[in-house]
């Protein structure tokens, strides 16, 4: 009996050290980037591609690689040699998925292949290249084998199984799990309820979080032909993680044009798949997600400083800067944050460098033309719902402020009458201002803005957003186009 409890006693305290260097890892924020999508880029596209990433703050690009795409040796030399020049981190998703299974040899292989690059992520003090996937739990017992042979930190996306099914297939052989989870699924708003279940479930082993700005997919020749409720998602989702505090987030994602929750820019040369999955409209293109990038630097120091808090106004020495590039954060060094659970974290209170405005909306009114057949809701497997139960016809906007202010938008010139309606954190006057207005009936440019009134009476203006696609009850190909367009300051 006492041998049986030392043995008992000694795995317990090996899996614990074998866990604590996440314990101890530096908060990460990733974009998912589909590899495949970038089978005509240069090297340049991949230097400018990783440049807009760290100005938003973001720390690498997650790199979903399908197993029989002939693109990956030449996308991958280019995406290590952008990363490595500029200090950029990449680590691989194997998509189970896209193409075929991947074999365990061919895992190996590049894990090996790669895994010594200086821009290969390996979370602080583990010296262990982080591995993903998308999918692929048929194949959980190969990673016993391929763990073995590349000395790999195994974080998958098993999604299809759930969060305590993942957590314990093939004997627990995941370090930690990734969620694709980052979007309701019907009209209700999103929650934290399937986080909590990762975070039960994993029992101190780290999780990936997700965060989404959208999802419009309309790919026949995918079968794919559905939408899920993306509206309030984007910075509903982030005021989450920073109150969840999860070891690593993941944007998903850069460039998914297929299924538009894209952050990158949108570049002609990666837009084939509306083509070759024979889509009966390009609904990405001439519709700009950058805006989603603008308030990235608050949103990511939040979550990495642990606060809850609110930022502070600058001192009366520094002016506020208005209608000029935001000021982006310097990104923290790799080894400079210690993670902590989120109640050991003390709050951080910090300027607001620059004001600023984000606002999207989709370009034509859910009545004006056929649905195209679109699903609220993934049929195969959720309750469906009609499109405009998901998605309403307003136009979103969401302001970073040092102290309050007021909002104005207009449609075609016409002023709308809009208010900010809600604001985060709750205390103090500096924060996130956001609110919603009506479009159905409006048709034209979208002109976003925020002023104050100066203590002289004078009206100052602090940001503008404008420069988006107009709203339009004319449709390409005469169907709605479910996708999300973004305008910022």
Known sequence: MVSKMKYSFSVRLVTALALLPFAQAAKEVFAHFIVGNARYYDLPDWQDDIRLAQKASIDGFVLNIASQDESNANSLANAFRAANAANFKLFFSFDYNAQAPWSKDAVTSLINRWADERSYFKPDNTYRPLVSTFEGPDYAEDWHDIKDKTNCLFVPDWSSLGAANAATKAGGIVDGLFSYAAWPKGPSAMTTEMDEQYRTALKGRPYIMPVAGWFYTNLPSWNKNWLWKGDELWDTRWQQIIEFQPEFVEILTWNDYGESHYIGPVREKSLGLFQSANAPLNYAENMPHDGWRRLLPYYIQQYKQGSKGLPTKRTSTTVVKTLTT????????????????????????????????????????????????????????????????????????????????????????????????????????????????????????????????????????????????????????????????????
Do not use: H
């Not at 034509?364 to 649905?371: G, I, S, V």
């Not at 479009?439 to 503008?464: C, H, K, P, W, Y």
């Open 326 to 489: 935001i000021v982006t954060a310097p990104a923290p060094s790799p080894t400079s944050t210690v993670f902590k659970a989120a109640e050991q974290v003390a709050q951080q209170d910090f300027a607001v460098p620059e004001e600023a405005v984000v606002a999207y909306y989709r370009i034509n009114p859910a009545k004006a033309c056929n649905n195209g057949n679109t699903t609220g809701n993934d049929p195969k497997y959720q309750e469906v719902y009609a499109p405009d139960e998901l998605l309403q016809d307003n136009i979103f906007f969401t302001a970073l402020l040092a102290e309050p202010a007021d909002i104005s938008v207009s449609i075609g010139g016409k002023d709308q009458k809009a208010t900010f309606s809600k604001k985060t954190p709750q205390n103090g006057r500096a924060g996130i201002y956001s609110g919603k207005v009506l479009f159905t009936n409006s048709m034209g440019d979208v002109v976003v803005s925020v002023s104050r009134t100066l203590e002289d009476g004078t009206t100052q203006l602090i940001a503008q957003a404008k420069g988006g696609p107009a709203i339009t009850a004319e449709c390409v190909g005469g169907m709605v186009n479910w996708n999300s367009a973004v305008i910022s300051s």
